[in-house]
């Protein structure tokens, strides 16, 4: 039984990574302009990355961004709401 799970850890292991990287490849063959040609530098990594969803991390603080009336926060208030719910990080 331990060796079982011991096989499906180290696979799994190798297997996740691989699933991110094939993310990211798909990710750069869709940063593409309007015109269909590559995006390189600065507009490429911001194309991966919005196609990853890499949003700054949410640790439930992006969602208790919201005024005193309940309405969601904007701006430079939103982002002050998350850096304190996150510790000034």
Do not use: R
């Amino acid at each position: 039984m331990k060796k079982i799970i011991i096989a499906l850890s180290i696979a799994l292991g190798f297997a996740l990574p691989t699933y991110a990287f094939a993310d990211q490849a798909a990710c750069e063959a869709k940063a593409v302009s309007k015109e269909g040609k590559p995006l390189y530098g600065a507009a490429k990594d911001a194309s991966i990355k919005k196609c990853m969803g890499s949003a700054p991390t949410d640790s439930g603080c992006e969602a208790k961004a919201v005024s005193k009336d309940g309405k969601p926060l904007y701006g430079a208030a939103k982002a002050a709401s998350i850096k304190k719910c996150e510790g000034g990080k």
